[in-house]
């Protein structure tokens, strides 16, 4: 059984118990209360993830942390090359997306969410920009194929769901995005689909 290290509203954190529950394997859930400072206790910098982050997975002695860097093992370990292409141009589409989910995705709707959800001292203004540059290049490339690397759905799909879905948590409406919105279903309907806790915090702009 694999043990997640997880905290419920980190999106980061749900990217990695999404694709544990779409692939279908046993995970031992282990609450990392971030609010009372638990990723930074020595204990968990010393053994789990030594930049006091979660998420991290323990896979019978495996031990490994980031949330992009846990997909890519996970597809690779287990998805029997159904979530990660073999071909070197397949594998370049998604390595894309990955690299934007821990940019702009980063500086957009994640930020955006961290300000209102957690409290963060950010400047939401110029993170709701961005979040709205980059809903219209996810909307562009939606309109062109079903999912962001191709016409299946990928790591890169799983890796930019939870942010884009609790966009509104941030005040980032959806409203203007039909491609969006109609791929944040089709992730949905994926069997073993499991979503996050939503806040109540922006849900009027949705």
């Known amino acids: 059984m694999i043990k997640l290290y ?54 019978n002695g495996t031990v490994l942390a980031d949330s992009n860097a846990i997909l890519v093992y996970l597809a690779t370990q287990y998805g029997k090359g159904k979530w990660l292409p073999s071909d070197a141009l397949g594998q370049a589409r998604v390595q894309r997306w990955l690299s934007a989910a821990a940019g702009q995705l980063h500086a957009g709707p994640a930020t955006a969410r961290l300000a209102l959800v957690f409290g ?61 919105r109609a791929w944040l279903a089709s992730i949905e309907a994926l069997p073993g689909f499991v979503g996050m806790p939503r806040t109540a915090v922006g849900l009027q702009s949705q």
């Not at 997880?6 to 749900?14: C, D, E, I, K, V």
């Not at 709205?132 to 996810?138: P, V």
């Not at 194929?145 to 948590?169: M, W």
């Open 120 to 180: 963060a001292e950010v400047d939401t203004v110029t993170a709701i920009a961005k979040s709205h540059a980059l809903l219209k290049l996810i909307e562009a490339q939606l309109g062109q194929s079903r999912f962001l690397a191709s016409e299946q759905p990928s790591i890169a799909d799983i890796a930019f769901y939870t942010y884009v879905s609790h966009a509104p948590e941030g005040n980032v409406s959806l409203a203007d995005y039909p491609h969006v």
């Open 6 to 59: 997880a905290f419920p509203l980190s999106g980061h954190s749900h990217r990695v118990e999404l694709m544990l529950s779409l692939l279908g394997l046993p995970t031992d859930y282990i609450l990392v209360d971030l609010k009372q400072g638990a990723h930074k206790a020595p204990d968990f910098i010393a053994t789990v993830n030594s930049f006091g982050q979660v998420p991290a997975i323990d896979d």
